[in-house]
């Protein structure tokens, strides 16, 4: 795509870092004991001090490691680093136990506080946004299949060029991002634009590391979502497309087959899918 719609490494890094600063920064100081940071910090630099001596590390690898580290901070990739790389195991243990619908990773794009929507509704759009129009409908229930009336569902994606608004340039503020309050039958109906997969920007370090090792830099293409309603624990998940590219190799490691729409054409253009979230009680 042209240069003018490249989302950098730095500058879309520095966003996230800065996202997370504002939006995060509070609820993760938050009181750790010592002895929880004693046994979590030395098991990972023991691991660390297994995988030198297995495979017997030099000091130009060391080094090469330390140059890559000092790197990700510059620009601005620890959010999106981690959360490729490392959040979906800890959503596979925060959801234990869950009995609703599927979660998976929130990654490093939400944005709090996107424009509030009614049930039904067309997510911000600039004229004519490229991309397969797609209705995206359904019912937002409790576990007993209780519709939860006024639910909330947060939802930010990439446009048709694998973008986000406010972490790549010229994409206006809230373009394909909203606050969508569902009727008193927890129904909603979305018209949006089906997301293109999303690559890891290629210059900078997250985009060494995968050019260094071999590995590939897709997300299949995805809808973000958060859902809400009282009473209930909220659902941070994503939804992808059948027969998506990266369906099966998901850099980021967060496809779940209960995450796949298989979205069929509408009578009045583009597609249409019907999907049901369940939450579970507080
Ligand atoms: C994304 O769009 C994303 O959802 C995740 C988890 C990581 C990087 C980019
Ligand atoms: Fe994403």
């Not at 996230?16 to 995060?24: I, S, W």
């Not at 630099?45 to 690898?61: C, F, G, K, M, S």
């Not at 059948?242 to 369906?247: T, Y």
């Amino acid at each position: 795509s042209d240069a003018t719609l490249k989302a950098t490494a730095a500058a879309s890094g520095a966003s996230a870092t800065e996202r997370f600063l504002t939006d995060k920064t509070v609820q993760t100081e938050a009181g750790t004991d010592a002895a929880r940071v004693n046994t979590l910090v030395t098991e990972v630099i023991t691991a660390v001090h297994d995988v030198i001596r297995r495979h017997q590390v030099t000091y130009d690898e060391y080094n090469a490691l330390k140059s890559w580290l000092i790197g990700v901070g510059q620009d601005g990739e620890w959010p999106l680093f981690l959360d490729v790389w490392v959040e979906h195991v800890v959503e596979e243990v925060a959801a234990t136990g869950r009995g609703g619908s599927k979660g998976t990773i929130e990654g490093p794009y939400y944005v709090p506080g996107a424009p509030a929507l009614p049930a039904t509704s067309t997510l911000p759009m600039r004229e004519n946004e490229a991309g397969t129009q797609l209705l995206f409908q359904g019912q937002v229930t409790g576990v007993s299949g209780e519709p939860l009336g006024g639910a909330l569902l947060e939802m930010w994606q990439a446009d048709d060029d694998g973008l986000y608004a406010q972490f790549a340039p010229g994409i206006p503020e809230w373009n394909l991002r909203g606050s969508v309050v569902a009727d008193a039958d927890g129904r909603f109906a979305v018209t949006t634009v089906q997301p293109a997969p999303y690559q890891i920007p290629t210059d900078g370090s997250c985009g060494r590391l995968i050019a260094a090792a071999g590995w590939h830099a897709w997300r299949p293409a995805h809808l973000h979502l958060k859902v809400y309603a009282p009473g209930h624990e909220p659902l941070t998940t994503q939804l992808y497309f059948k027969g998506g590219d990266h369906i099966q190799d998901d850099v980021a490691s967060a496809v779940k087959p209960e995450l796949v729409l298989d979205p069929r054409p509408a009578p009045g253009g583009g597609n249409e899918v019907v999907y049901d979230f369940v939450l579970d009680p507080a």
